[in-house]
């Protein structure tokens, strides 16, 4: 009996080959959704980011889901800039609140520093209450005056605590005292420190100090000098100078005005400002 002949197989490509095309359509459209990102507004990006971030707390620092390097080709490298940004968003918000705040006074200078006042008037009052509370802490409140301005945070010592009558030489029992506005400063030993000696109007002569200017300069001179030597403050972020009876703040025709008077203020200023 014949054998049946075997039909031929069918004409055109291997059976495999259509697998591997459907493969590579989908890698395709893959690479060109990628290229799509990388090429999308990134104002209208940031917008919706931190509108998400904002509704629903989403994206506040979680990790990235693209590696670092360059993937495929410039423009889709550019996914990874994209995914720093999400994974800081959360991280960020309160500067970009700031510096939208900021914007809304491109054309109102008088406007924007009014609020970088504001701010440095808010920065340094918390500043403020946080030395205080050191100080009070210390029980030395009743010594040293803490207050604040937009521009610095003052602590203010008055000169019978520090100095005998006309002398610059610090009293051995107010050593503490500074030792302890020391420890205060060196939190804030990245700012500008300043150092300033106040006397009253009575008149000062003497064969070292002929006038309140060179004694309050000495004063100043002598604080700078014993917070030099007893901290790790650097002596360039510090200034010190004397300012003789030029600036009072209290009346020096009474007693206690003029004991007001005689005084070292030592500012602070913000260097986060």
Not at 2 to 22: C, N, Y
Not at 120 to 134: F, I, K, T
Not at 204 to 218: C, H, I, K, Q, Y
Request: charged share 25%; proline share 3%; with cysteine.
């Amino acid at each position: 009996m014949a054998k049946k002949k075997e039909d031929p197989p069918p004409a055109g490509s291997p059976a495999w080959m259509a697998t591997f095309s459907d493969l590579m359509n989908l890698l395709l459209c893959f690479f060109v959704m990628l290229f799509s990102m990388s090429t999308m507004d990134e104002a209208k990006l940031k917008e919706v980011v931190a509108s998400m971030n904002s509704a629903f707390s989403v994206l506040s620092g979680g990790a990235t889901s693209i590696g670092d390097g360059i993937l495929i080709s410039n423009g889709v490298s550019q996914l990874n800039e994209l995914s720093e940004y999400i994974n800081s968003t959360g991280k960020t918000a309160d500067s970009d609140s700031e510096t939208k705040n900021i914007e809304q006074y491109d054309n109102d200078p008088q406007g924007l520093k009014e609020l970088l006042e504001q701010q440095q008037l808010e920065s340094n009052e918390a500043m403020a209450e946080q030395v205080e509370e050191e100080i009070g802490e210390s029980n030395m409140s009743d010594q040293i005056e803490v207050t604040f301005t937009a521009q610095y945070v003052q602590l203010t010592m008055k000169g019978g605590l520090l100095f005998d009558s006309g002398s610059d030489v610090v009293k051995e029992e107010s050593k503490k005292y500074l030792d302890k506005v020391g420890t205060i400063l060196t939190k804030y030993a990245d700012g500008i420190i300043e150092i300033e000696g106040h006397t009253d109007n009575v008149p000062m002569s003497s064969a070292r100090f002929p006038s309140n200017e060179e004694l309050s300069d000495a004063r100043a001179l002598s604080v700078f000098y014993y917070l030099v030597d007893t901290t790790s403050l650097s002596p360039q972020n510090m200034k010190h100078a004397g300012m003789g009876e030029r600036v009072p703040i209290a009346d020096n025709s009474t007693v206690e005005g003029r004991s007001k008077n005689r005084r070292v203020e030592i500012r602070i200023y913000n260097d986060s400002l």
